[in-house]
Nanobody, 115 residues
Framework: QVQLVESGGASVQVGESLTLTCAASGNTEPLRDMGWFRQAPGKNREMVALLSRGGGVNLRNSVRGRFSATRDDAKDTIYLQMTNLRNEDTALYLC?????????WGHGTLVTVSS
């Protein structure tokens, strides 16, 4: 099994920046894919960033140019650098790892953006 712990969420104003961190632990094999999803109140969970081992990154269209995602393979840790935050970025941000035939999720870190 793998444990995922997110951190970095906060309440910020429109236009401000935040960096989220997700650290994985407990895995006995290398993690191939890791990702960030988010879920706003009353809405479906949506993909924000997918990161492949070795550097591949796929970002959601609506965050391109504002968000970037990076990964430290040695630490099994991913980061989500968010700039120019908008009200619609308000959500619970969750870390995701597919491993052992299961979709593994963290508990999430809350980002609230207000005007």
């Amino acid at each position: 099994q793998v444990q995922l712990v997110e951190s970095g969420g906060a309440s910020v104003q429109v236009g401000e920046s935040l960096t989220l961190t997700c650290a994985a632990s407990g895995n006995t094999e290398p993690l191939r894919d890791m990702g960030w999803f988010r879920q706003a109140p009353g809405k479906n969970r949506e993909m924000v960033a997918l990161l492949s081992r070795g550097g591949g990154v796929n970002l959601r269209n609506s965050v391109r140019g504002r968000f970037s995602a990076t990964r430290d393979d040695a630490k099994d840790t991913i980061y989500l650098q968010m700039t120019n935050l908008r009200n619609e970025d308000t959500a619970l941000y969750l870390c995701w790892v597919p491993l052992g035939g299961r979709m593994n999720w963290g508990h999430g870190t809350l980002v609230t953006v207000s005007s």
